[in-house]
């Protein structure tokens, strides 16, 4: 027996046959040519085919894994399109007068140089990206999309050098245990997609990993450690069985709490909400007997448009969410484009460092009609249902003092026009940024309620980008700085009569679930599978002891 040691991305035991994941190697010889004309030609070809299967996958990702985590594959297609990169390929075919696969892999590693020598982290995480529409393009210019098969009948335990992210969506769930690589982080996109579907994973346990494991080998993956035990002993096989059970009894008990409520054994309730990214997945709320929507994220009527999505498109959207919710509590966060969601037709300038740059609240600002239009169709659909709004990235009473200038005209514009709208609709913003949290005594009385957003507050206060590995050892998500700003920002929304809830990762995690009590935290909101794992947590406090 052998084992292997990485980061567990998703708990969960996984006990079977193992599948070595190898890319497909990928030949490009450079030869000269005399039709440039049609070298160029091939690349359109092979970038339009390419846009269609990032198109499945998108899609296929925004079922299982929501619209955020299929963002991904919205930036890759963006990438296909981009002027320097094009401009690059079809240079070197001009004036080398060469083949068109050896221009797209010249061009895509010198970009990936580019990127990867960057110092800011989002710009080094493009470097993978351009790797894998290169790739892609290369493909196709072959003889078009072609996956490594896993496995035909068995179901099997993946190995794998590494694991982009359309390849971990490709993966047919039915026939995959659980999937171990060498290379990868706890934030990389492959991880994150894992965690949302649910598969047991482990990532970064080396390059011996892929040395010594073979096809048909047995593995057991211990997602809980981050272990793989390779050909286990008997006594390794009776321990992780028995753990397996253990685990499988307590999802099932967990199932029992489904209809009951979210309350401390001393008698303290709290709400339990969902987080979701587009309409679909209003069903996965329900499923899981969330209480409500903590955060909807609008984002996706602009990702998947080709245009402004109008008022009437975005009303629809807003109302149906609010009539399948049937009275529950739904929380709308208003526009958050930028940084890593880049929508083309927005016309963003390229930013040394778009996660602190023009995004969010700061676009709808600057752009008063695309927010007047989302304001409004938001107060028309406040009629159907149970309507909150918050808004991102606030870091001063200014800014908020120009929304709700912004909101009240909108309200009077409707009123005037004699559109119903809901009398009562809350209005709160996300503490996300530390100068929120510090300025939140001032903050407080100006809205109904604060939602924290975890993984922004955290990213911001450490300055520490949780996607780049090479800082993960110092982002600590339980840092006492974050608690810190999190419960003060809490006092200051209770004295001014108001509610605190989180929705950022955070609030899935139960070893902190007692401490947020404590704090007077209101609300959770989670992903829809973390539910009743949150509400387990809740049931099992004493918050009189």
């Not at 709400?271 to 709320?285: E, H, K, L, P, T």
């Not at 919710?325 to 969601?341: P, Q």
């Not at 920002?489 to 605190?500: E, F, Q, R, V």
Request: proline share 2%; hydrophobic share 40%.
């Amino acid at each position: 027996m052998e084992k292997f040691t990485g980061k567990g991305v998703y708990g969960g035991i996984a006990d079977g046959e193992i599948a070595v994941f190898k890319k497909q190697e990928i030949q490009v010889r450079r030869q000269g040519i005399s039709d440039t004309e049609g070298e160029k030609q091939r690349i359109e070809i092979a970038k339009s085919l390419s846009k269609e299967q990032l198109r499945v996958i998108y899609e296929k990702a925004l079922k299982e894994v929501g619209e955020t985590n299929a963002a991904v594959f919205e930036i890759h297609i963006m990438m296909l399109d981009d002027e320097d990169f094009n401009e690059s390929i079809m240079s070197i075919i001009d004036t080398q007068k060469v083949n068109a696969e050896y221009a797209v892999s010249v061009t895509g590693e010198n970009f990936a140089e580019m990127f990867a020598s960057m110092d800011d982290a989002y710009m080094k995480e493009r470097a993978d990206d351009i790797r894998d529409i290169s790739r892609r393009i290369l493909r196709n210019l072959a003889d078009g999309e072609q996956m490594s098969k896993v496995s035909d009948d068995e179901k099997v335990i993946i190995c794998a050098s590494d694991l982009a992210p359309s390849e971990t969506v490709l993966l047919d769930k039915e026939k995959v245990l659980a999937f171990v690589t060498a290379h990868g982080s706890l934030n990389s996109h492959t991880a994150i997609l894992a965690r949302n579907m649910n598969i047991p994973a482990i990532v970064g346990v080396g390059e011996e990993l892929l040395l010594k494991v073979k096809n048909g080998d047995r593995g057991i993956v211990d997602g809980f450690s981050g272990e793989l035990f390779l050909n286990p002993d008997k006594k390794t096989e009776e321990r992780l069985s028995v753990k397996k059970r253990e685990d499988e009894e307590k999802k099932k008990l967990l199932n029992k709490l489904r209809g009951k409520e979210n309350i401390t054994i001393d008698g303290k309730k709290i709400n339990i909400y969902a987080n979701i990214g587009g309409v679909d997945n209003i069903g996965a709320v329900l499923v899981n007997d969330a209480g409500g929507i903590g955060l909807f994220r609008s984002e996706f009527l602009y990702l998947e448009s080709n245009d402004y999505p109008t008022e009437e498109q975005q009303f629809k959207a807003y109302r149906k969410v609010l009539e399948s919710m049937a009275g529950k509590k739904v929380i709308i966060r208003t526009l958050d484009i930028g940084a890593d969601k880049q929508v083309s037709y927005f016309g963003l300038s390229k930013e040394e460092n778009p996660a602190m740059g023009f995004r969010a609240i700061r676009i709808c600002l600057t752009r008063p009609e695309v927010f007047r239009t989302q304001l409004r169709a938001l107060y028309r659909a406040s009629y159907y249902g149970n309507l909150g709004i918050m808004f991102p990235m606030i870091t001063s009473t200014d800014e908020l003092s120009q929304i709700l200038e912004i909101c009240g005209e909108v309200r009077a514009e409707l009123k005037k026009e004699k559109i119903p709208m809901s009398k009562k609709v809350e209005l709160g913003i996300m503490i996300e940024t530390p100068a929120a949290a510090i300025i939140s005594d001032k903050l407080a009385p100006m809205c109904d309620f604060f939602s924290v957003g975890t993984n922004d507050l955290t990213q911001y206060t450490l300055a520490c980008d949780r996607q780049n590995p090479l800082v993960e050892q110092f982002c600590d998500t339980h840092h006492e700085g974050i608690l810190r700003l999190i419960e003060f920002s809490a006092k200051n929304i209770h004295k001014s009569g108001g509610w605190i809830g989180i929705c950022g990762e955070l609030a899935a995690d139960t070893s902190l679930t007692e401490t947020f009590l404590r704090m007077g935290v209101d609300e959770l909101s989670v992903s829809p599978t973390y539910v009743l794992k949150v509400r387990e947590a809740v049931r099992k406090t004493d918050l009189s002891k």
